[in-house]
């Protein structure tokens, strides 16, 4: 079955760095669309950035716009997020996502079919 792991979360200072990674496995990683999403506590689940793993096309979230970097390793089946300049405000559970076809809403929860379990990641002022 479709599983996608995250790993790479933890605590970094305001201003510090981390990288997400998310190893997906048992479907097929060409065509997809592959998305990091993140929720805090009392907020909506919210889309930061999504990469088409078919040409490496990519899309932000305006908060995440000249910060934030996904890509691919399709030899890996893996998608990063690299973070760097953090906030307190990007405290909060990361996820990857993946569905089947590359089409609109790319940061859309909803749109999205496979979801992993999410890693933490907490920033500090």
């Known amino acids: 079955q479709v599983q996608l792991v995250e790993s790479g979360g933890g605590s970094a200072q305001a201003g510090g760095s981390l990288r997400l990674s998310c190893a997906g496995s048992?479907?097929?990683?060409?065509?997809?669309?592959m998305a990091w999403f993140r929720q805090a506590p009392g907020k909506e689940r919210e889309g930061v950035a999504s990469?088409?793993?078919?040409?490496?096309?990519?899309y932000y979230a305006d908060s995440a716009k000249g910060r934030f970097t996904i890509s691919q390793d399709n030899a890996k089946n893996t998608v990063y997020l690299q973070m760097n300049s953090l906030k307190p405000e990007d405290t909060a559970m990361y996820y990857c996502?993946?569905?089947?076809?590359?089409?609109?809403?790319?940061?859309?929860?909803?749109?999205?079919?496979?979801w992993g379990q999410g890693t933490q990641v907490t920033v500090s002022s």
């Open positions: 996502a993946a569905r089947y076809s590359h089409t609109s809403r790319p940061l859309a929860p909803d749109a999205y079919n496979y």
């Open positions: 048992g479907f097929t990683y060409i065509n997809k669309d």
């Open positions: 990469i088409w793993t078919n040409v490496g096309s990519t």
